[in-house]
């Protein structure tokens, strides 16, 4: 029966899963079968997100009791989940709805000037920003480190590089901006964009997006055939 | 057990019967959406080929498979950690589980699983979807029981930080900076945070392994990880690490696929060719048409 549960019916539910949404792509009378199979997916996807509230509570608070290394980062964390949990549930600071003035929680939970509107707004966009504004940096120290000249590949996408860096900025059409119209290709930005990215970049990709199609096609196959159940743990 | 199975037929024929009578007039065209033939024929002959690869394995047929650099490196990257008494940090993507790239990245967990499990080496999984975790702990638990050491798994080391793209990043980076991890595997769906995981990394001096299907994120994995495994060796991944004729047969099928868009992409550019050298040639104006957006169309 553990067996049943843990490896055939898993397996069994995926495959039918798979086969049905293949189907749908082509037997236009299976697409209620398909939205059936996506509203059960959502409806999994929130029963697990309590799962998950759960354990992001329970992992922190574990830290905090015990007082564990990093238990402060921990407190910060348990402290923004519980007071954003508290103040959208409450819906702290929501204006009534106009149909309905006389009713309090009518509003809302996102109304402007809300304290959850607050949190997110001047809180959790200029973190996230600050987050986004990281990769700059990063971009460039990994720039530095695959742009080195220790080979000849290096070279090569050294020299690719200068010239679309300079395709794509205003110092490129400068620099080349004595070119005649009829030679167009021949500058900074007809270069890039007529012969590196529409030519070996599209090529390129489009190799790797034919590979990542058969590979798709491959391992769905090998998952709806139960042939691959290393996911669930049950590959030897 | 015959009631059981009835309501679960009822439940899924009631919606498709309903359809059906709801679209009765077009009748014909319930059943097959026709401007989708060529795909399906496509279709059936790509997962042919794989079907007829895998039993073709099964019965005792020899495949070889080129080595792949990247998954070669899972068991010294292990070892590296066992050795430096470091943890290993196992990311599978920001995506939940109806992202294939994500199930890719946990079929490939179970393998790093097993190994850090018969190293005795710490596995620390962050998350960004609960599903994930759910699956990823079931993967995990499974893979320790496989390496016989059931007792070593310790299931609140696979946990759900946020859904949050940044705030993952955040925890995740902030775990890297604080712990140093000694290897670093990214597998799975990857957007803008790819280079924050990759370089944090690198700074750590973590070997580090990443793999996803996004053409635009691998350039930063390329340049900041030491093995990166592009596109579709992120799919072979669990039948490489598996070993097993069959699933190593799904690989060969892949190649009859790649044949196959070979054959395809050599008639397209002749008729492209042949098509732009006669602009008066309305047959072969047509053709090239009718290849482009009904044969390698979606019919949409």
Redesign the interface.
């Known amino acids: 029966m553990r067996s049943l549960l843990r490896n055939t019916l898993p397996a069994v539910i995926a495959g039918v899963a798979g086969v049905v949404m293949i189907g749908a792509f082509f037997v236009p009378v299976a697409k209620p079968l398909q939205q059936l199979a996506e509203v059960w997916f959502t409806i999994l996807a929130a029963m697990a997100f309590l799962i998950g509230g759960t354990n992001l509570f329970l992992h922190h608070a574990k830290k905090v009791a015990q007082l564990q290394a990093g238990w402060g980062f921990s407190a910060v964390t348990l402290t923004a989940f519980v007071g954003t949990v508290v103040v959208g549930l409450l819906k702290w600071g929501v204006p009534p709805a106009e149909k309905y003035p006389n009713v309090a929680w009518s509003g809302s939970y996102q109304e402007e000037g809300s304290v959850l509107w607050w949190l997110y707004e001047y809180v959790m966009n200029p973190v996230i920003a600050t987050m986004f504004s990281l990769l700059a940096f990063y971009v460039a120290s990994a720039a530095y480190r695959a742009f080195r000249a220790k080979n000849t590949e290096a070279i090569l996408l050294l020299g690719t590089a200068f010239i679309v860096l300079l395709g794509r900025t205003y110092a490129g059409t400068l620099l080349t901006s004595w070119v005649p119209d009829a030679y167009g290709a021949l500058t900074f930005p007809g270069m890039t964009d007529s012969v590196i990215m529409a030519v070996f970049t599209t090529a390129g990709q489009r190799a790797i997006m034919i590979g990542i199609a058969l590979g798709i096609a491959a391992i769905s196959l090998r998952i709806i055939l139960g042939l691959d159940r290393s996911y669930l743990g049950v590959d030897e | 057990m015959a009631t059981l199975a009835a309501v679960i037929a009822s439940l899924?024929l009631a919606?498709?019967l309903?359809?059906?009578a709801e679209?009765a007039p077009d009748a014909a065209?319930?059943?097959?959406?026709w401007s989708?033939a060529w795909?399906?024929a496509i279709?059936v002959l790509?997962?042919g080929a794989?079907?007829v690869c895998?039993e073709m394995a099964k019965h005792g047929w020899s495949t070889y498979v080129r080595p792949i650099a990247g998954l070669a490196a899972i068991d010294d990257a292990v070892g590296r950690a066992t050795e430096m008494g470091r943890p290993i940090l196992f990311v599978p993507g920001i995506m939940?589980l109806?992202q294939?790239e994500t199930?890719?990245g946990?079929?490939v967990l179970?393998?790093v699983g097993e190994k850090a499990a018969q190293y005795d080496t710490a596995l620390e999984v962050p998350t960004a979807?609960?599903?994930v975790?759910?699956?990823a702990r079931?993967?995990?638990?499974?893979?320790y029981?496989?390496a016989g050491r059931p007792e070593g798994f310790n299931e609140?080391r696979v946990?759900?930080?946020?859904d949050?793209?940044?705030?993952y990043?955040?925890?995740t980076c902030?775990w890297m900076a604080?712990e140093k991890p000694a290897a670093c595997f990214y597998l799975g769906k990857f957007f803008?945070e790819s280079?924050?995981f990759?370089?944090t990394g690198?700074s750590i001096g973590a070997i580090q392994l990443a793999g996803t299907?996004e053409?635009a994120q691998?350039p930063?994995f390329?340049?900041?990880c030491d093995y990166t495994l592009?596109?579709?060796?992120?799919?072979?991944a669990?039948?490489y690490l598996?070993g097993?004729p069959?699933?190593l047969g799904?690989?060969k099928?892949?190649d009859f696929?790649?044949l196959l868009?070979g054959g395809l992409l050599v008639i397209g550019c002749v008729l492209a060719t042949l098509s732009a050298m006669s602009p008066g040639n309305e047959t072969l104006r047509r053709s090239f048409s009718y290849f482009t957006h009904v044969i390698l169309g979606k019919g949409e």
């Open positions: 899924l919606p498709t309903a359809y059906a679209n065209a319930l059943w097959f959406d989708r795909f399906a279709l790509v997962c794989v079907i895998t939940d109806d294939i199930v890719a946990l079929t179970a393998h979807r609960s599903l975790m759910t699956a079931e993967g995990l638990q499974g893979a029981l496989a609140e946990y759900y930080v946020t949050d793209q940044f705030g990043v955040a925890y902030g604080r803008a280079l924050l990759a370089e690198n299907a053409p691998l930063f390329v340049a900041a592009i596109g579709e060796e992120l799919f072979a669990s039948a598996s097993e069959q699933q799904t690989l099928g892949q696929g790649k868009a």
